[in-house]
Nanobody, 126 residues
Framework: QAQLEERGGGSVQVGGSLTLSCEVSTDIYTYSMAWFRQAPGKEREGVAGITRDGWKRVADSVKGRFTVAQDGAKTTLYLYMSGLEPEDTAMYSC?????????????????????WGQGTQVAVSS
């Protein structure tokens, strides 16, 4: 059973940058991974995802500002965030699943991911 731990959250001003990391207790060569976020009073939404063979997707709301990546050892998932806006304030969580292969219409379905981290808070102030 994989364990996921996010790091890197914090407070930043509008236009700033943050890098989130998600360390996984096992290698994720066979995992599809994703970042989700949930703002107070809102539903959780998929932000960025990467399939086990490296296909990447980002939500339209963060396109051009956020990038998802994995390290060479395939044990850490990253979310590089720039041009942060107040609307990006949320709890960010990483998720993974060894059996699910995401498509364009499914990668943002949180119920498809078996393993989740506890989350890390990002706050963007103006």
């Amino acid at each position: 059973q994989a364990q996921l731990e996010e790091r890197g959250g914090g407070s930043v001003q509008v236009g700033g940058s943050l890098t989130l990391s998600c360390e996984v207790s096992t290698d994720i060569y066979t995992y599809s991974m994703a970042w989700f976020r949930q703002a107070p009073g809102k539903e959780r939404e998929g932000v960025a995802g990467i399939t086990r063979d490296g296909w990447k997707r980002v939500a339209d709301s963060v396109k051009g500002r956020f990038t998802v990546a994995q390290d060479g050892a395939k044990t850490t998932l990253y979310l590089y965030m720039s041009g942060l806006e107040p609307e990006d304030t949320a709890m960010y969580s990483c998720a993974g699943d060894p059996a699910f292969y995401p498509g364009d219409g499914t990668w943002r379905d949180d119920f498809r991911y078996k393993y989740w981290g506890q989350g890390t808070q990002v706050a963007v102030s103006s």
